[in-house]
């Protein structure tokens, strides 16, 4: 009787370690520690620059100085915590790199509007905002694999 039961603990243990999913746990990791760490910092950057943009658009100096003094510092502390994370299998790398890849190409098109406002470039602001645009949509390509992710690894989202 003990030869079966032990037996059977082996195989349970065999199917539980076969069953284990080393994406799914980097998933959990990732959504649940790390993106939560950097999660504010790129709220408050995009908050801040939407408030001097688009319908609250005031003038150009109230721009430049929120982007400057608001925007700018915390979506670059944002973009080097975001680097910093480190995901450990390589499905997760490849998804976490098009994030760092957009965040890269958002800051840069922040930067590229405090300069077209400093010129006072219509063209430059054009190509600025669709710069941002394009960076914006590669950050929901980005949620929609992760999305995708975690369906294939049976991560909910709540």
């Not at 721009?63 to 925007?71: H, N, P």
């Not at 430059?124 to 369906?151: F, G, H, P």
Request: charged share 30%; with cysteine.
């Amino acid at each position: 009787m003990k030869l079966k039961f032990s037996l059977l603990l082996v195989f349970s243990v065999l199917f539980m370690n076969f069953a284990a999913d080393p994406i799914q746990d980097d998933l959990l990791n990732y959504i649940n520690v790390e993106l939560p760490k950097v999660a504010n910092l790129e709220s408050e950057a995009i908050d801040a620059y939407s408030s001097v943009s688009g319908d609250n658009y005031t003038s150009d100096a109230a721009m430049d100085k929120k982007i400057r003094e608001v925007v700018l510092p915390k979506y670059k502390l944002f973009n080097a915590k975001l680097k910093a994370i480190k995901p450990k299998t390589s499905e997760l790398k490849k998804v976490h790199g098009e994030y760092v890849e957009a965040a890269k190409d958002q800051l840069e098109a922040f930067n590229f509007i405090v300069d077209a406002i400093k010129k006072q470039d219509a063209d430059e602001i054009q190509r600025a905002n669709k710069d941002l645009r394009a960076a914006a949509m590669l950050i929901e390509n980005w949620k929609a694999d992760i999305l995708n992710m975690c369906k294939k690894h049976n991560v909910v989202i709540k």
